[in-house]
């Protein structure tokens, strides 16, 4: 039976290793109790630190999450909401915790805010807005695998790299933004836009203000729109302080100008409140004609009004709220020290960073080759010798092989502490033997996990599609 | 330079955004518009104007109420699995929820088609289940064949980001409005004169806005012509659990089931919750396919648009809930067949005739006899009448694409029987002045 292009195209993305590991994962998840020798799953960048700061607000407000609003039933005015310009309670909720995230220092005009089924749906949205099949958006590598799919699929939009190197710590320079553009202008390709995250995933630094400076005058320049994917801006838990690209739009006094309308934000509460279930995602713009018509397309992926209104009594609890924020910071702070910590144990550095729930991780010493193929060899050891689920950086588009990001906010601290002994033990053993890869003889694994390694076979064929996974 | 700039708008947007396939500069939202600046309120029984354009299902709410009210308890409240609700971010949606929404879409076909919980996908809504569909079967430029009248959403859901065309099949009321094999081949022909692609039929069963089942011979003609054409067919059986009798609604799923199977790689059915159920704000809607292909894919688009967790785990306990299910189909059945008896009558009364109609929240009212002449450019400035001096909000039937003029969806179910009353004493007195009345 005949598809369209879309559905048998394989730019869903979901051959990449960076859901194959994934499902090599979930053949064989860990699980302190029952399955202690099964892989760790640090490819998931999940809030999981600061439940129980959500769950005693739920305990002490059931109202919120039982349609009552002052002890009366608004079960149907919610039942029936399905409003595209969103509960109002919630936007302005929203828009405030959004500034407050901030540090204040700029401030959100609700109405300009479009909510979203997640920023998935808020990513693909805009760029449905913003460019035309066969246009290109243009993206600092390394990149979140997702947006492969989520930017181009469905869009048919393409994305040139903006390629940045360990050499300046992966900073975003101006030759970097000249050189991706000069590539899509030869390709024949028209730039519509520039799309960062900001704070970096995978990177976990937030953008400074000279890369700032430097998106806004060259989006000024050549006349196009830049997407600030700001979902982690609420896990920066060092200094320098999160810097939003609308402060800096404040502080150069572009208030009613041309630039101020093709800046859009993008935000969620997947990662700040980790609630990814829930599905929460936002475009936030300056411009009216992308606000009206993005609330128009979020027809096709709006918020549950039941979700909305949980959160909108929950984020207008600013007490809490402030509360929030500031202790899952500290949390995330402590997590990140453990990880950097045992990693530098084990031998092992990290980029200096300081947002995101995941470290990017150089293991360039423990490749056996400056090559990708090098760094697969290196992965799939990890995965399955080790026990570790790390996301490779070729998955990221990284330009230079050897880097991984790790996650460790998904999991508890015990867990985490473990995953650094496996990874320690890991890196010794190749210390230890004489060939750098002899460590089938010499590793010293349980006897247990040595006979596992028997029954793992790695499939990277993309014929192979017997297990489903989530993200 | 930044001065110059501020003298226009450079801002370039996508085709897309700048096309008017949104569709809202059509009267269906237009009526909505004059509706919301000057909406009837019951308590002081205004002259402001009654929403009639709403299929919304108000009937039923107090059965979900006390539902919620005996069971809130168990409807994921408690802090132990709010975490894991939470985390749930899984494209296959909650397996709970899917066995439930199976059950449940079992239970309105009477147990006569059985759902396999592995072939649900699940989408924010109807709406996004739709687009997604046509995302999947046609590519830009290709047409998907929809009976008129239709739904005058689809103009946006089916074609706005997909560039996908709809190509209509045009049906009569001389028929009741059926679908025949002529108008099939019909518009399929129009296409390939067009030079235009066609991938799959279209239909909403019961129709919205016809407000009836379709006939069991028509849909094994419709499933016939699809499978001679080798094209898909997309039911969108939103309104099922709306049929007014069980009996009388046959659902696609039950004819492939009768032929075990056969030709059902091509079948895809949607449904949601918005309607029968009364909860659009919920955002519940799902794939259901018999071609493992278009639900792997769907699956894997469906994460442009999911349902809350948080909304999957409540649905998943109320509708594994038979007893509650049970009764809640069986009630809200005989409430809108009342409310549509009431309407139907109080119209004949005014001597306006409806098609027959057995399912739904709307009537298809014909108000041809009342034009001056029989063209579109009557029908709206009868349908402008009707929203300013008689001060409802109707659908006319040009914004469903319906070829002939006077043909009006008036909704029934989203209003008290006290507002209805109403109304229909509105339609009385304007009849009446018109020396009408029969």
């Avoid at chain 1, 749906?121 to 600092?140: I, Q, R, T, Y």
């Avoid at chain 1, 393409?158 to 710590?169: A, F, H, K, L, R």
């Avoid at chain 1, 606000?291 to 039941?306: E, P, R, Y």
């Avoid at chain 1, 995330?332 to 470290?359: P, T, W, Y």
């Amino acid at each position: 039976m005949n598809l369209s292009s879309k559905a048998t195209c394989a730019s869903h993305g979901q051959d990449s290793s960076y859901f194959l590991g994934w499902q090599e994962y979930e053949k064989n998840p860990y699980d302190e109790v029952r399955n202690p020798d099964g892989i760790i799953q640090m490819g998931l960048a999940e809030n999981q630190l600061s439940f129980d700061l959500l769950e005693s607000w739920l305990a002490e407000n059931p109202d919120a999450a039982s349609f009552r609003r002052n002890g009366e039933s608004i079960f149907r005015e919610l039942a029936l909401f399905q409003d595209y310009h969103g509960l109002p309670a919630f936007k302005n909720a929203l828009a405030k915790f959004m500034a407050e995230i901030r540090g204040n220092k700029v401030s959100f005009d609700p109405r300009n805010l479009v909510l979203t089924a997640g920023s998935t749906s808020a990513n693909e949205a805009l760029v449905f807005c913003l460019a035309e099949p066969g246009d290109a958006f243009l993206l600092p590598t390394p990149y979140y695998p997702g947006f492969d799919r989520d930017l181009k699929w469905r869009t048919g939009v393409e994305i040139v790299p903006i390629q940045c190197t360990s050499s300046n710590g992966f900073r975003i320079t101006k030759p970097a933004l000249e050189e991706a553009y000069d590539t899509a202008r030869n390709r024949n390709i028209r730039v519509k836009g520039i799309l960062v995250t900001n704070p970096s995933n995978p990177l976990g630094i937030t953008l400074s203000d000279k890369e700032l400076n430097l998106l806004i005058n060259f989006v000024e320049s050549k006349e196009i729109h830049l997407i600030s994917d700001e979902i982690y801006s609420g896990t920066v838990f060092n200094s320098p302080r999160f810097t939003s690209v609308m402060e800096i739009l404040l502080d150069r006094n572009y208030v009613d100008t041309e630039v101020r309308n093709r800046v859009h934000i993008v935000y969620s509460l997947s990662k700040d409140l980790g609630l990814p279930g829930f599905r929460v995602g936002a475009i936030y713009s300056n411009n009216p004609m992308v606000v009206a018509t993005a609330t128009k397309m979020s027809s096709f992926g709006l918020v549950s009004s039941q979700t909305q209104y949980l959160l909108s009594a929950m984020l207008s609890d600013e007490k809490f709220a402030k509360n929030y924020v500031v202790e899952n910071q500290k949390r995330l702070k402590n997590r990140h020290m453990m990880l950097v910590q045992g990693m530098e144990d084990a031998g092992i550095s990290c980029l200096e960073s300081n947002a995101g729930l995941f470290s990017w991780v150089d293991m360039r010493h423990l490749l056996e080759s400056d090559t990708f193929e090098a760094e697969m060899e290196l992965w799939k050891k990890i995965v399955y010798d080790v026990g570790l689920n790390i996301s490779p950086g070729s998955s990221c588009h990284c330009l230079e092989p050897g880097w991984f990001r790790v996650c460790f906010a998904n999991m508890s601290e015990e867990t985490l502490n473990l995953a650094m002994q496996r990874l320690k033990s890991f890196v010794d053993s190749i210390y230890q033997s004489n060939d750098s890869y002899g460590f089938f003889h010499n590793f010293s694994v349980k006897d247990s996990r040595r006979r596992l390694l028997k029954k793992w076979v790695f499939r990277l064929s993309s014929s192979d599609r017997g297990l489903e996974r989530d993200r | 330079m930044v001065a110059e700039k501020l003298q226009y708008s450079s801002v370039r947007l996508s085709k897309v955004a700048v096309s008017e396939t949104h569709g809202e500069d059509s009267p269906y939202f237009a009526g909505w518009k004059v509706y919301d600046e000057n909406p009837y309120d019951e308590l002081s029984d205004s002259d402001g104007v009654i929403q009639m354009g709403l299929a919304e299902n108000q009937v039923s709410f107090d059965l979900v109420e006390e539902y919620l009210e005996k069971h809130s308890a168990n409807i994921g409240n408690e802090a132990s699995t709010f975490r894991e609700n939470a985390l749930f971010q899984d494209y296959h949606g909650l397996k709970s929820f899917r066995k439930a929404m199976a059950s449940f879409m079992e239970q309105i076909r009477g147990g006569r088609a059985k759902f396999d919980p592995d072939k649900i996908v699940i989408t924010a809504g109807a709406t996004a289940a739709n687009e997604l569909l046509t995302f999947i079967l046609a590519d830009p430029g290709d047409a998907l064949l929809i009976p008129t009248p239709y739904y005058p959403g689809f103009d946006r859901d089916l074609r706005w980001r997909t560039g996908v065309n709809i190509i209509p099949i045009h049906c009569k009321s001389s028929n009741n409005f059926e679908i025949t094999r002529e108008s099939l081949e019909s518009a399929y022909d129009e296409a390939e004169s067009k030079n235009v692609k066609v991938r799959g039929v279209l239909i909403t069963n019961p129709s919205n806005p016809l407000g009836a089942t379709i006939a069991r011979p028509v849909l094994e003609g419709i499933l016939e012509f699809v499978t001679r054409k080798n094209i898909h067919l997309v039911s969108d059986e939103i309104y099922s659990g709306s049929a007014f009798s069980s009996d009388e609604f046959v659902s696609i799923s039950e004819i492939l089931e009768a032929r075990k199977y056969q030709e059902s790689e091509r079948v895809h059915i949607v449904y949601s919750l918005s309607k029968d159920l009364g909860l659009p704000g919920f955002r519940v809607g799902t794939i259901y396919s018999y071609n493992d292909h278009v639900v792997k894919t769907a699956r894997r688009m469906s994460s442009f648009t999911l349902i809350s967790s948080q909304t999957q785990q409540l649905l998943a306990s109320m509708l594994s809930d038979r007893q509650f299910t049970e009764s809640y189909i069986k009630t809200n059945r005989e409430r809108l067949k009342k409310r549509q008896q009431m309407i139907v009558s109080g119209l004949e009364n005014s001597g306006i005739k409806c098609l027959r109609g057995n399912a739904g929240l709307f009537c298809w009212m014909n108000l041809n006899p009342l034009l001056n002449e029989c063209t579109k450019e009557q029908e709206l400035e009868l349908w402008k009448l009707i929203l300013h001096e008689v001060k409802l909000n109707i659908s006319p039937g040009s914004s469903c694409h319906c070829s002939e003029p006077g043909w009006f969806r008036v909704c029934f179910a989203n209003m008290s029987e006290r507002t209805l009353e109403v109304a229909l004493k509105r339609i009385h007195n304007f009849m009446s002045s018109r020396n009408l009345c029969s």
